[in-house]
């Protein structure tokens, strides 16, 4: 597969947008709530983000099944987004539960800065399957990338967790230079998730896919300090 294709095969749905904006948790405009995203949600309870949801099977388990969690999930094509909002509502239809600790967005995520900020503290970030962007003159659009990182470091809470996952070996390895220069601290790491007896992994689109044919998924926690 090649990840700068991820999206281009994905048919425009002119549909998809109207179905977005007629829905609760989805957000137009996320730079209004930079600084108050507890306001939006109307709680004190944790924030996590996934960064790049996918089709939102990932985020509609986690959702559904940790309603003490309010969650800020991020994609950038409303043809993907409307495909999350379907699956997260299914989820939600599944457990009887509401939809209210789900906020999804479209967002540029290498401007993530203009949608959050100091005030909004969160306390875990998951990226999942990321574009590993191969090139060198690409690598700074990384997800993981210690430009993005320095930019997370705004509104991660110190002690603050970010879950990365991915097929792409030097994606993983140079992720783990990255992440140790913005002192950032390797709490866990496995290079064959799926065999390494962690517990409470949820797998993805991307994931089931990559698993199914043979490649291993590896698995990091860092620890903001």
Known sequence: MIWSERYMRMRRKPWARPELEACEFFIQKPSEYKGRWKEFFGNDKPMYMELGCGKGTFMAVHGSENPDINYITVDIKDEVLVLA???????????????????????????????????DVIERIYINFCNPWPKDRHKKRRLTHT????????????????????????????????????????????????????????????????????IKTKFLIAQYN
């Open 85 to 119: 909002k379907r699956n997260i509502e299914a989820a939600y239809e599944k457990v009887g539960h509401e939809i209210d600790n789900v906020a999804l967005m479209s967002q540029e995520i290498l401007l993530i800065d203009e949608m959050l900020d100091e005030n």
């Open 147 to 214: 430009r993005q990182l320095e930019k997370y470091k705004k509104f991660l809470k110190k002690g603050g967790e970010i879950w990365f996952k991915t097929d792409d070996d030097e994606l993983f390895e140079e992720s783990l230079e990255y992440f140790k220069e913005c002192n950032f601290e390797i709490k866990y790491i496995t290079y064959d998730l799926h065999d390494s007896g962690f517990e409470g992994n949820v797998t993805t689109e991307h994931e089931d896919m990559f698993t199914a044919q043979g």
